[in-house]
């Protein structure tokens, strides 16, 4: 069950610095603060569901989520991964359309729901903030169409050493480490990012395994070879 959170206010939140909501004025930020709502979602609950009309907008303030789609058979295709400070939600809110993904908590997370009179309010007022949420629409539409081009020329390999890279560049790595993701994926949580059965993930990750690239430990992935898996995927370090 959702519990209630002490809402933590804007003005204080240090996660503010890297959300879209850092430059708003002192009666934006007032204004979320009287309006918002704050809950604890504990590890694998859903935020909100897809054909579900949308509520507010989601503020993370602690935690990691993601945000995906279902398929006709019930596999998750994970579209992307959010963390303290981002927003999510707000595509369905802007086109007043139920939600055509979902989201869950990777971890307890606590997030804060700006309710989407209050949003709608800021986006008239605050020209930044409006020039804010089209870029994180054009980046939306843009990773989207990436992701076509991959699934359709990228073999799975390819696709699962971009799929770590992203992870290590979202989530960083465990403090004092170095090198262990921070953030904990089930096998299917990870097939569904690359987009690909579970059976291929598992051997692609075994032969990154015995090339001496990462290593595993349960749900914990440490990159011992940075630099090839970058080759690997194909990207620019």
């Known amino acids: 069950?959702?519990?209630?959170?002490?809402?933590?206010?804007?003005?204080?939140?240090?996660?503010?610095?890297?959300?879209?909501?850092?430059?708003?004025?002192?009666?934006?930020?007032?204004?979320?603060?009287?309006?918002?709502?704050?809950?604890?979602?504990?590890?694998?609950?859903?935020?909100?569901?897809?054909?579900?009309?949308?509520?507010?907008l989601f503020c993370i303030h602690e935690g990691k989520v993601k945000v995906f789609k279902?398929?006709?058979?019930?596999?998750?295709?994970?579209?992307?991964?959010?963390?303290?400070?981002?927003?999510?939600?707000?595509?369905?809110?802007?086109?007043?359309?139920?939600?055509?993904?979902?989201?869950?908590?990777?971890?307890d997370s606590v997030i804060c729901c700006i309710p989407r009179e209050t949003f709608f309010k800021l986006i008239k007022a605050d020209g930044g903030f409006s020039m804010r949420i089209i870029k994180l629409l054009t980046d939306e539409l843009?990773?989207?169409?990436?992701?076509?081009v991959h699934l359709a020329q990228k073999p799975v390999r390819e696709r699962l050493a971009e799929a770590l890279v992203i992870l290590?560049?979202?989530?960083?790595?465990?403090?004092?480490?170095?090198?262990?993701?921070?953030?904990?994926l089930t096998r299917e949580e990870l097939a569904g990012m690359v987009g690909t059965a579970i059976e291929t993930l598992v051997r692609t990750l075994g032969e990154f395994k015995r090339e001496g690239i990462i290593t595993t430990e349960k749900k914990k992935i440490r990159i011992l070879d940075?630099?090839?898996?970058?080759?690997i995927g194909n990207i620019q370090d």
């Open 168 to 184: 290590r560049e979202t989530y960083g790595t465990e403090e004092g480490d170095g090198s262990t993701l921070d953030v904990r």
């Open 70 to 107: 279902t398929g006709s058979q019930g596999r998750e295709k994970i579209m992307r991964f959010a963390k303290s400070g981002d927003v999510i939600g707000y595509r369905s809110l802007i086109s007043g359309e139920p939600a055509t993904v979902s989201a869950a908590a990777l971890e």
């Open 1 to 56: 069950m959702t519990q209630q959170f002490k809402k933590p206010y804007c003005t204080e939140c240090e996660n503010r610095i890297n959300s879209i909501l850092r430059d708003l004025d002192g009666d934006g930020l007032h204004a979320l603060d009287a309006t918002k709502a704050c809950f604890v979602y504990r590890k694998g609950q859903t935020i909100f569901a897809e054909g579900i009309p949308p509520t507010g």
């Open 142 to 148: 843009a990773r989207a169409e990436e992701e076509i």
């Open 226 to 231: 940075l630099p090839t898996l970058l080759r």
